[in-house]
Nanobody
């Protein structure tokens, strides 16, 4: 059983920074993709950023230039550094682990950006 535990959400003023972390535990295939998705009230869940086990990254257009995703394969952790936050970044951010057999999700952490 794979478990994902997120940390690092909270309240920040516009222009500020937050760092989200996610730790995966359990039986994890070495070839995988770890990423962050977010869902704002009344909106669909969307990909924010993802990184493969080989280090290739993918960012939503809204995240490019402001967010940085990184991972530690030895520790099965993924981190999202978010800078220059905007009120429209307010959402529940969920960690995702994608393997050939499916997807695993964390419970999510709330990020609130005040104007």
């Amino acid at each position: 059983q794979v478990q994902l535990v997120e940390s690092g959400g909270g309240l920040v003023q516009a222009g500020g920074s937050l760092r989200l972390s996610c730790a995966a535990s359990g039986s994890i295939h070495s070839i995988n993709v770890m990423g962050w998705y977010r869902q704002a009230p009344g909106k669909q869940r969307e990909l924010v950023a993802a990184v493969t086990s080989r280090g290739s990254t993918n960012y939503a257009d809204s995240a490019k230039g402001r967010f940085t995703i990184s991972r530690d394969n030895a520790k099965n952790t993924v981190t999202l550094q978010m800078n220059s936050l905007k009120p429209e970044d307010t959402a529940v951010y969920c960690c995702n682990l994608h393997v050939s057999g499916g997807d695993y999700w964390g419970k999510g952490t709330l990020v609130t950006v005040s104007s």
